[in-house]
C-alpha cells in the first residue's frame, strides 16, 4: 500500500510525504521522552526527601523525640544542619496538629501554632502519582484543588499507609515537590513528616527540552520548505518542461514548449537539455530527409516506370528490328535506372544506421585518398586510359577528425562522378593541401564539360544529375550523398569550373583539428 501510493505521487510529494512519516515518528518519540522526563526528575528528588525523612525517623526515635511542639521544636534547632538544602520540613503528630515547621526556625518560638495554613495545591493525576511513588496512590481526583491537611486526611485512610507519598503544586507560579511519609515508634503512628522543596529546576530543564524541540522543529521545517521550494523550483519544474517537450514530441503537438532557458544552465539539467534538443532536432530532420527522399524516390521511379511502360506497349506493336532495339534498349537502361535507385537508397538507408554508430577521431586523410586514386587508376587506366593523380604542398600530414571509410566514400563518389563526365585518355587531379589558418582543402579537379548550371549549389540535391549517355549507372544521389557526409564532418563543399581549361572542379574544406 505504501509503495503503491508514493508510486502515484509527484517527486515534490513524495519528499514532502517522506518528511512527514519522518516528522510524524520523531514527534511521537519526542511525546513520550516528554511525557517520562519529568517523572524521572520527580522521583529523583522525592527519593532524597525519601532518604531525609527516613534519617530524621532514626534520630527522632534514637533520641527519644516525641512528637509536641516542645521537642520538635528543640529537635529541629539542634539538627536543623540536616535541612539546610530543603525549602521547607513540616511536622505533624497523629491528630494532624502542626508541631514544627523549619520555615519558624528564625522567628519566635511562640510562632508554633496548632494552626494549619491552608495552601491551594494542584495533586497530580492518579496516573502520574503512580509513576512518582512507584506504588498505588491516593485517590484525590484529577486536577482536584485541596489543602495539604486534606492530603494527609486521605494519606492517613489510604492504603498506602506507612509508605512515602509524593505530590507536585503550583504556588504563585512557583512549581514545589512535596513529599510526606508517617512516623512509627513500637509499631504505633506517632506523626508525620512532610517535606516540600522548591522544584522550579524541573520545570525549567523540561520547558528547556520543549522550547529546543519546538525550536528545531520550526528549523527544520523551515529548512525543508526552502529545500522543497528550490527542489522544486530549480530542478522538478524543469524535469516537468522536459516532460511536456518529450510529450508534445510523441504527440506530435502545436503547442510550442520553450526549453532554451534550461540549455543554458551548466549544470546536468542544461546538459540534458541541450542533448534532449539535439537530439529531437535530429531526430525531425532525419524523419523530414526520410519523408522527403520517399517522395523524391518515388517521383523518380515514376519517370522510368512510365518510360518502361510505354516502351513496352510500343514494342509489341513494332515489327522493325531497329526499332525493336531501340526500345530494348530504352527498356535496358530503365530498368537500370531503377535498380540503382534502389541501391543507392538502401545503401544511404544503411549508412544512416552505420553514421550513429561511428566515432571521429584524428586522421590522416592523405594515405586514404592515395589508396581509394591507386584503386581507381588500377580500374580506369586500363579500362578507359584515365589517369588520376594525387598532387600535395609539401605538408607532411594533413590530420581532421573523421571517419575514415567516409573519407574514402567521399573521394570515391566525387571520383566516379568525375570519370563519368570525362573522355577517355583525359587526366583527373587530386589536389590536398592546407590554408592560413591550417584547414585541410582537396580539390577533384577534372577535364569533363564542366557545368551548365549557374547555380552550381543544384547538383547537390537529391536526384539532381546532368546525365552522360550512360545515365542508367548513376541514380543523381552520388553528390548529395557526398555532401551530406561532408557536413557530417563538419566540413563544406563548393562546386566551380575550371578557370585554365574546360573542366569541374569540387573543393572540400575540412575543419583544423
Not at 127 to 147: A, C, F, M, P, R
Not at 381 to 406: A, F, H, M, P, V
Amino acid at each position: 500500500m505504501f509503495n503503491y501510493l508514493l508510486k502515484n505521487l509527484s517527486i515534490l510529494k513524495k519528499f514532502l510525504f517522506i518528511n512527514f512519516i519522518f516528522f510524524t515518528i520523531i514527534g511521537t518519540f519526542t511525546f513520550f521522552y516528554l511525557e517520562n522526563v519529568q517523572p524521572n526528575l520527580i522521583k529523583k528528588k522525592s527519593s532524597n526527601h525519601i532518604a531525609i525523612i527516613n534519617n530524621t525517623i532514626e534520630n527522632l526515635n534514637r533520641l527519644e523525640i516525641r512528637f509536641n511542639e516542645e521537642d520538635i521544636r528543640k529537635f529541629l534547632f539542634s539538627t536543623r544542619f540536616i535541612f539546610q538544602s530543603l525549602d521547607r520540613v513540616i511536622f505533624f503528630n497523629n491528630e494532624l496538629d502542626l508541631v514544627g515547621d523549619t520555615d519558624t526556625l528564625d522567628l519566635d518560638p511562640r510562632s508554633f501554632s496548632s494552626r494549619l495554613d491552608i495552601i491551594e495545591l494542584e495533586i497530580l493525576s492518579e496516573e502520574k502519582t503512580k509513576e512518582i511513588t512507584e506504588e498505588k496512590n491516593i485517590n484525590l481526583g484529577s486536577d482536584k484543588l485541596v489543602s495539604l491537611k486534606d492530603v494527609l486526611y486521605n494519606y492517613a485512610g489510604s492504603k498506602n499507609y506507612g509508605t512515602p507519598f509524593t505530590f507536585t503544586q503550583e504556588e504563585f507560579n512557583n512549581f514545589k515537590l512535596t513529599t510526606i511519609k508517617n512516623v512509627f515508634k513500637d509499631d504505633k503512628n506517632i506523626g508525620y513528616i512532610a517535606i516540600t522543596e522548591n522544584a522550579n529546576d524541573v520545570r525549567a530543564a523540561i520547558d528547556e527540552r520543549k522550547t529546543f524541540i519546538v525550536r528545531t522543529a520550526f528549523a527544520v521545517g523551515i529548512v525543508i520548505l526552502i529545500f522543497s521550494y528550490v527542489l522544486n523550483r530549480f530542478f522538478l519544474k524543469p524535469i516537468q518542461n522536459l516532460v511536456n517537450y518529450t510529450n508534445k514530441i510523441k504527440n506530435k503537438g502545436h503547442t510550442k514548449i520553450n526549453i532554451d532557458n534550461l540549455k543554458i544552465r551548466n549544470d546536468e539539467l542544461g546538459l540534458l537539455s541541450k542533448s534532449l534538443d539535439e537530439m529531437t532536432l535530429d531526430l525531425q530532420k532525419r524523419i523530414s530527409h526520410a519523408e522527403n527522399f520517399s517522395t523524391d524516390l518515388v517521383h523518380e521511379i515514376r519517370n522510368p516506370l512510365a518510360s518502361l511502360k510505354s516502351a513496352s506497349e510500343i514494342l509489341d506493336e513494332t515489327k522493325d528490328l531497329d526499332q525493336r532495339l531501340k526500345l530494348t534498349n530504352i527498356l535496358k537502361h530503365d530498368v537500370q535506372r531503377i535498380e540503382r535507385l534502389i541501391t543507392d537508397y538502401s545503401q544511404i538507408l544503411k549508412d544512416e544506421v552505420a553514421l550513429s554508430k561511428e566515432k571521429f577521431k584524428k586522421t590522416d586523410i592523405l594515405p586514404i585518398i592515395q589508396s581509394v586514386i591507386d584503386d581507381y587508376n588500377n580500374i580506369y587506366q586500363i579500362k578507359r586510359g584515365i589517369k588520376i593523380n594525387c598532387i600535395t604542398d609539401g605538408n607532411k600530414s594533413y590530420l581532421i577528425n573523421g571517419i575514415e571509410n567516409r573519407i574514402e566514400q567521399i573521394v570515391a563518389n566525387l571520383l566516379d562522378n568525375a570519370i563519368s563526365f570525362s573522355e577517355d585518355e583525359k587526366n583527373i587531379q587530386v589536389k590536398i593541401s592546407k590554408d592560413s589558418n591550417k584547414q585541410v582543402i582537396v580539390n577533384i579537379i577534372d577535364e569533363g564539360m564542366g557545368f551548365k548550371e549557374k547555380d552550381t549549389s543544384k547538383i547537390f540535391k537529391r536526384f539532381y544529375s546532368n546525365r552522360p549517355d550512360k545515365f542508367g549507372q548513376h541514380s543523381g544521389l552520388g553528390l548529395n550523398i557526398v555532401k551530406n557526409l561532408v557536413e557530417l564532418h563538419k566540413a563544406s563543399i563548393i562546386a566551380s569550373n575550371r578557370i585554365d581549361k574546360i573542366g569541374a572542379n569540387l573543393e572540400i574544406t575540412f575543419p583544423k583539428v
